[in-house]
């Protein structure tokens, strides 16, 4: 669904990520592992074309998305939740959803955009709750929640989440890895980028990880959980 | 009965002050809308409004349009420069900064001046007043029929506006942008259509307030600036940002002139609009309504 070939981004002369290739096929879930600074946020910004100092090809469903602006790429059903939640803090939990929609809110599809609206209130009940309350009072997991829940009003197909467990407690993030797994068992793929390499290897099929802006490892999500190297860098010996 | 005829004369000045300071408020409104999706403070904003007066002039008075026609097609008419301002002054520049976008828009406000002396001299012009010039009088104050239009269609803008932004997809967008951009380009809003639309907004109400100000003040050529200064004065004393904020800016910002040209000396009420605005920032730096936060310029 999802081909990335030599992709290499950053923001000055020097690159941030150097030839990165990887690859997401249709209805699954992968990961991207790596410490701070390894470029992994970099690298979804160059996919959802927010960051356009890049080279390489990147092809969404076969078609070339190297060279399109952000606005454009979300039109094609590839959506990325950012790295820290990055809600529209001063504005209601009800139009940050509203906006989710913004592509296709037109009077002819009220339907689907209320049908989805009740599907992503369905899977957050508590987003429900604080409708009408202002985005930026609400908790760290409940700003993920609304975080996702918008990104969900986009008709993604392919979902980045960009560490959607950042700061947040333990039970939470088990909450939010239970959500990606519900979306994956919809059908929804998803690339998943955590620091929390150990929660992202749980639920992914396959997982690359990253070092200094390239991918020194990957391989299917169970077979990393038992390598060696793996174990010592990223899930604690 | 020596004292009700001073109450009257301060009474008078009130509503004088409140009509001038209508204007600035629209001025202050203009200023904020483009500020808020963009961070820049548009100093080609008073062109807006001197356009609004001269543009028409020229299609009511001298090609003898009707009013409210008029009044549309000279809305679109600065609407249209306030589109070009953006197309050509601020989106060509390459690497902008915020600095390097608000003098884009002085050269543009220079530039605007100067094509408006080329097409209407120096000399002032005068308009119509919208119904009539036949004073009201509520118990000794006076009051122009004009002075009503001009609060009249700051309450229009102030209604339409909170509409805009609160009940409409667009209006959303608009704030999201300003909320935080690349949020609003991963939602699928183009986020340069907004600054677009807010540059048209902005020269809409610019006109507005420019075509209700010409029948009491006339209009030349050379105004906006000082507008510009006025509106921007009101909208940092409200604090940068807030509409509320903008009104009570601009109508304060108008009642502290009236009084003091007419209680003082009115050969000082530009200064001492200034000094009433300097204490205000000294005491409260985010202005009467703002939030620190949101008003401290983000990247200067
Ligand atoms: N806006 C920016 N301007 C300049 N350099 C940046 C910018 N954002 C990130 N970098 C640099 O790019 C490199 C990769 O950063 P990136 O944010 O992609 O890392 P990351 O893997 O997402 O880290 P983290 O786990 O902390 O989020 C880092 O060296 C970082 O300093
Ligand atoms: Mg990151």
Redesign the interface.
Known sequence: MLEIEKLSAGYGPIPAIREISLAVPEGRVVSIIGANGAGKSTLLKAV???NRNKSGRILFHGQSISNL???RI??LGL??V?EGR??????TVA?NI???A??Y?RRRHRAEIDQRMDQVYAMFPILAKRAKQIAGSLSGGEQQMLAIG??L??RPKLLLLDEPSMGLAPIVVQEILRTIETLNGMGMTILLVEQNARAALQIADFAYVLETGQVVLEGPAAKLLNDPKVKAAYLGG | MESLPFFNQLLQFIVTGLTIGAIYAMVAIGFNIIYNVTEIINLAQGEFVMLGGLVMVTVHVMWGVPLPLAFGLTVLGVTLVGVLLDRLAIRPIRKPSVMTLIIATVAASIIIKGVAMLIWGKSPYDLPAFSGRTPIDLGGVIIQPQYLWVVGFLVVVAIGLTWFFNRTIYGKAMSACADNPDAARLVGINVRHMVLLSFALSAAIGAVAGLTLTPIALMDYDRGAMLAIKGFGAAILGGLGSFPGAILGGLVLGLIEALSAGLLSSGYKDAYALIILLAVLFIRPSGILGNLEVTRFKRF
Do not use: K
């Open positions: 959802s074309g927010l602006p952000a606005h979300v039109g959506s990325q950012a990055q809600i529209f803090a001063h504005m139009d509203q906006l989710g913004y592509l809110y918008r990104a009003m986009t």
